[in-house]
């Protein structure tokens, strides 16, 4: 079965850094674009950011100039650097690998991020 393993979440200070890591399985690295969502309490699920198989990478508006989201195809990873963190940057950050034609759409556990003011 395939999975997607996340790490890299934690608490930290209003501005601080933290880095998210998702590592797949190196089949479905090549063929699907990697994103980071994140989920609030009572907020509805977000895109954070994704890095397709392309090479390109989009934003979501919140994070746009703070986050960067980067691929390694080496280690089948998928890295989102966090700076300037925000407390509402707060939520459980969900890694998924998608295929454009949506024959593969995998979702990982989740990881917290919690960042205190």
């Known amino acids: 079965q395939v999975q997607l393993v996340e790490s890299g979440g934690g608490l930290v200070q209003a501005g601080g850094s933290l880095r998210l890591s998702c590592t797949a399985s190196?089949?479905?690295?090549?063929?699907?674009?990697m994103g980071w969502y994140r989920q609030a309490p009572g907020k509805e699920r977000e895109l954070v950011a994704v890095?397709?198989?392309?090479?390109?990478?989009n934003y979501g508006e919140s994070v746009q100039g703070r986050f960067t989201i980067s691929r390694d195809l080496d280690n089948s990873t998928t890295y989102l650097q966090m700076n300037s963190l925000k407390a509402e940057d707060t939520g459980v950050y969900l890694c998924?690998?998608?295929?454009?034609?949506?024959?593969?759409?995998?979702w990982g556990q989740g990881t917290q991020v919690t960042v205190s003011s």
């Open positions: 998924n690998a998608r295929r454009a034609d949506g024959r593969i759409n995998i």
């Open positions: 190196r089949s479905v690295f090549r063929v699907t674009d």
């Open positions: 890095a397709t198989q392309a090479g390109v990478s």
